[in-house]
Nanobody, 122 residues
């Protein structure tokens, strides 16, 4: 299984970016998906999660109201719309697939993409 994340880049504070994650296997359509991020010197944290059918979403408190996770099961893709970006959002962002239909903790994810760097300049 391969997860290919894209869409990262350099953006000014207050700007927006949309990350995309494409899965190589259609069976992941029945799995929960998530976006994680890891800033230098910090642990990898769950930013947003979405259930297999998109019916449940969950966000870290630090991004609530600014980030939106969505998925297109027909395209085996997951997206993270990031608005009102702040310098503290700077990190490498990873998409991941959960073992089950939804994952609310890091240890519930077993497939990982390679990461895409998001840099927010202040």
């Amino acid at each position: 299984v391969q997860l290919q994340a894209s869409g990262g880049g350099l953006v000014q504070a207050g700007g927006s970016l949309r990350l995309s994650c494409a899965a190589s296997r259609r069976t992941l359509s029945n799995n929960g998906m998530g976006w994680f991020r890891q800033a230098p010197g910090k642990e990898r944290e769950l930013v947003a999660a979405i259930s297999w059918n998109g019916g449940i979403t969950n966000y870290a408190d630090s991004v609530k109201g600014r980030f939106t996770i969505s998925r297109d099961r027909t395209k085996h893709a997951v997206y993270l719309q990031m608005d009102s970006l702040k310098s503290e959002d700077t990190a490498v962002y990873y998409c991941a697939a959960a073992r089950g239909v939804f994952g609310s903790h890091r240890d519930q994810y077993n497939y990982w993409g390679q990461g895409t760097l998001v840099t927010v300049s202040s």
